[in-house]
């Protein structure tokens, strides 16, 4: 099973963005939706946002809605997560994950990264 990979977490002041970043193989992405999740230190796993294969529907927690969008370019099999107005509460470690559907069920995917850390400084 290929793994996918995250970058661009770090450091922002509240109300800052970043973009996160996952890619892995063709392979790996070729016909797979794409999600994102969070944990939070002594928290539970969230979900973040997912996308289709296709880019063609995308979804995303209600505590995220109108603050990030995800986006995929598949010939760069590259999966984006733009956050936006981030607020202390944000900070967790990022994963990205492959599955078959874009649920919101951790358990849908098959293929995890390592993660990310994003820190949100008040």
């Known amino acids: 099973q290929v793994q996918p990979v995250e970058s661009g977490g770090g450091l922002v002041q509240a109300g800052g963005s970043l973009r996160l970043s996952c890619a892995a193989s063709?392979?790996?992405?070729?016909?797979?939706?794409v999600g994102w999740f969070r944990q939070a230190p002594g928290k539970e796993r969230e979900f973040v946002a997912a996308?289709?294969?296709?880019?063609?529907?995308?979804y995303y927690a209600d505590s995220m809605k109108g603050r990030c969008t995800i986006s995929r370019d598949n010939p760069e099999n590259t999966v984006y997560l733009q956050m936006n107005s981030l607020k202390p509460e944000d900070t967790a470690v990022y994963y990205c994950?492959?599955?078959?559907?874009?649920?919101?069920?951790?358990?849908?995917?098959?293929?995890w990264g390592q993660g990310t850390q994003v820190t949100v400084s008040s």
């Open positions: 996308i289709r294969w296709n880019g063609e529907g995308a």
């Open positions: 063709a392979r790996a992405f070729g016909g797979y939706a």
């Open positions: 994950a492959v599955g078959p559907i874009p649920g919101r069920n951790s358990a849908n995917y098959g293929a």
